[in-house]
């Protein structure tokens, strides 16, 4: 096939997008892996033994990393996993009556919220300017702090109908914020302090899809003193670590020259820690320090979009196009598949809690998988269609369907438990962020002929 189905869509949230034509950027203003160099201080990880889980903690010097009480930081959260264990956010039927402030968001994309102590962080695109940015609210009201801009033309001529020029959420770690973005036929990755100010810019080198000009989506992972960057497409596929003081690679390794769209991420399984991904019909697992091959397991599809998730003795994926398969892999190196099923969540990602994979496939149905063996202890319909991935909050999941009707449900293995449902707008792509008692979700609403996305803070 030359081309993804329509309802085949490319990463963790998008929608219709106008295929305007770029504007090139100057290559003068740019220098391959070239950049400003500024200095910031590592981080390590520890094993919480309580969940099993992964936690970064910052190494001596540097800022402590927050739990969901307080911040959220990255792309799935304090923990990697989507699960904000500290938050008492209570409000289980999501409505305009529980939005204590809303912002307009210019622009266009569906990319998460990244939450610090002051601010909150977005990126954005507009297509008809031709540019791609960074904007920062202030926490307590919503306030447009600052928008800053990342790339004035460039932007990719084509891109998939689900995708934007901003999907890829940005990153923070303590003192800097981290985005990448495709543009003028590359990656770049481009730090700012909290402030806007920029430190550094850098090429990652050459990203052109050929088959599938689909546009990019994968978010970057804090890790000690790195972030952690994938470029998978048609051409030199990659993924590196890069110096977040400098931006100067650590390491770099080849990946399948094929495209997908998944962010990935670090577990700790096993007793170390592993950089996981999916994609390219495999599930495969990297030391995060050196991108060094630890395993290699056959599972989901060619291209998928989710990111995976873990417990103490397995990693479990889902996907994706051609394929659909959602499937659980054995991390102790031996490769073995323990068990695999043929539900698809292409875009979203799944949640993996407490012995239960919980999951809403393409279809619009919510699954509860045991973790050891695969056996499914119920299934409901929703209905509706889905980018974002669901979030658990306590004993509560949240997900919203790309119409923005948002359903929560208990996250218990014994029967589905509706705790709720209601709507806040007309879409949703990206994935709330939930820190102490607010959640904070990035949606649009059509306003008579115009679309205008918004941050909400709902509690």
């Known amino acids: 096939?030359?081309?993804?189905?329509?309802?085949?869509?490319?990463?963790?949230?998008?929608?219709?997008?106008?295929?305007?034509?770029?504007?090139?950027?100057?290559?003068?203003?740019?220098?391959?892996?070239?950049?400003?160099?500024?200095?910031?201080?590592?981080?390590?990880?520890?094993?919480?033994?309580?969940?099993?889980?992964?936690?970064?903690?910052?190494?001596?010097?540097?800022?402590?990393?927050?739990?969901?009480?307080?911040?959220?930081?990255?792309?799935?959260?304090?923990?990697?996993?989507?699960?904000?264990?500290?938050?008492?956010?209570?409000q289980t039927v999501l409505s305009r009556e529980n939005v204590a402030w809303q912002a307009p968001v210019p622009g266009r994309g569906h990319s998460s919220p990244i939450v610090t102590d002051e601010a909150i962080y977005l990126t954005t695109a507009d297509t008809k300017a031709g540019t791609q940015s960074l904007l920062a609210f202030e926490r307590r009201n919503g306030k447009l702090l600052w928008n800053q801009l990342v790339h004035q033309g460039g932007l990719p001529k084509e891109n998939h109908r689900k995708n934007t020029e901003a999907s890829s959420s940005a990153a923070f770690d303590g003192q800097r914020v981290i985005v990448t973005f495709y543009n003028s036929d590359a990656l770049w990755v481009t730090a700012f302090s909290p402030d806007g100010k920029q430190l550094w810019q850098k090429s990652l080198g050459r990203y052109y899809p050929d088959r599938f000009k689909y546009g990019y989506a994968a978010s970057p992972v804090i890790y000690k003193d790195t972030a952690i960057i994938i470029g998978e497409f048609d051409g030199p596929a990659f993924m590196t670590a890069i110096s977040l003081a400098s931006g100067e690679p650590v390491w770099r390794i080849e990946r399948p020259n094929s495209t997908s769209f998944s962010s990935p991420i670090v577990a700790n399984i096993h007793g170390r820690d592993q950089l996981v991904v999916s994609g390219q019909s495999k599930v495969m697992s990297y030391r995060p320090e050196t991108g060094e091959l630890i395993?290699?397991?056959?599972?989901?599809?060619?291209?998928?979009?989710?990111?995976?998730?873990?417990?103490?003795?397995?990693?479990?994926?889902?996907?994706?196009?051609?394929?659909?398969?959602?499937?659980?892999?054995?991390?102790?190196?031996?490769?073995?598949?323990?068990?695999?099923?043929?539900?698809?969540?292409?875009?979203?990602?799944?949640?993996?809690?407490?012995?239960?994979?919980?999951?809403?496939?393409?279809?619009?149905?919510?699954y509860c998988w045991r973790t050891t063996d695969g056996e499914m202890m119920w299934r409901e319909r929703l209905g509706g269609n889905y980018s974002s991935s669901p979030i658990l909050v306590g004993t509560t999941i949240h997900v919203f369907n790309e119409a923005c009707d948002a359903f929560a449900f208990e996250a218990t293995p014994k029967a589905f438990f509706s705790r709720g449902r209601g709507k806040l707008g007309d879409e949703a792509f990206a994935t709330p962020s939930v820190v102490g008692n607010t959640m904070y979700m990035r949606i649009a609403r059509n306003e008579g002929t115009t679309r205008q996305e918004y941050l909400l803070a709902i509690r």
């Open 1 to 90: 096939m030359n081309e993804l189905p329509a309802d085949e869509s490319p990463a963790e949230g998008h929608n219709q997008l106008r295929f305007d034509s770029p504007h090139q950027v100057p290559m003068r203003r740019r220098t391959w892996l070239g950049g400003v160099v500024a200095s910031g201080a590592a981080a390590i990880s520890v094993l919480d033994p309580n969940t099993n889980q992964t936690v970064t903690a910052a190494a001596p010097g540097a800022p402590p990393r927050p739990g969901s009480q307080t911040a959220w930081w990255t792309w799935r959260g304090p923990n990697g996993n989507n699960i904000a264990t500290s938050a008492d956010f209570k």
């Open 295 to 366: 395993w290699s397991a056959p599972g989901t599809a060619m291209a998928t979009c989710g990111t995976a998730v873990w417990d103490d003795q397995n990693v479990y994926a889902s996907g994706g196009f051609p394929q659909s398969q959602t499937v659980a892999i054995r991390a102790d190196g031996s490769n073995k598949v323990v068990w695999q099923n043929n539900q698809k969540c292409y875009e979203q990602s799944m949640l993996c809690h407490d012995g239960h994979i919980y999951a809403v496939t393409d279809q619009g149905v919510a």
